[in-house]
Nanobody
Framework: QVQLVESGGGLVQAGGSLRLSCVAS????????MAWYRQAPGKERELVAR???????DYADSVKDRFTISTDNAKNTVSLQMNSLKPEDTAVYYC??????????????WGQGTQVTVSS
């Protein structure tokens, strides 16, 4: 089983910055992708950014040029640097990791979520 622990959420004024981090631990053969999702009240969970094994990255249009996803493969860590934050970025942010177990079967794990609140 793979567990994810997130950190870095909080309250920030519009225009400010926050950095989220997520550490994956447990028994796995490899990691296929690491991603950040978010869910605002009354809305569906949406993909914010992801990085696929090999380094390819993908961002939601609403966060391009403001957010940057990065990984430290040696530490099984994914981070999300969020700059120029807007009130509409307010949400619970979740880390998701897709991995391959020692059984060669794929699996995925979600973090517990961290609240990001941007005040106007």
């Amino acid at each position: 089983q793979v567990q994810l622990v997130e950190s870095g959420g909080g309250l920030v004024q519009a225009g400010g910055s926050l950095r989220l981090s997520c550490v994956a631990s447990g028994t796995m053969l490899s990691i296929d992708s690491m991603a950040w999702y978010r869910q605002a009240p009354g809305k569906e969970r949406e993909l914010v950014a992801r990085v696929i094994s090999g380094g390819w990255t993908d961002y939601a249009d609403s966060v391009k040029d403001r957010f940057t996803i990065s990984t430290d493969n040696a530490k099984n860590t994914v981070s999300l640097q969020m700059n120029s934050l807007k009130p509409e970025d307010t949400a619970v942010y979740y880390c998701k990791v897709e991995w391959i177990g020692f059984s060669r079967r794929p699996g995925n794990s979600w973090g517990q979520g961290t609240q990001v609140t941007v005040s106007s």
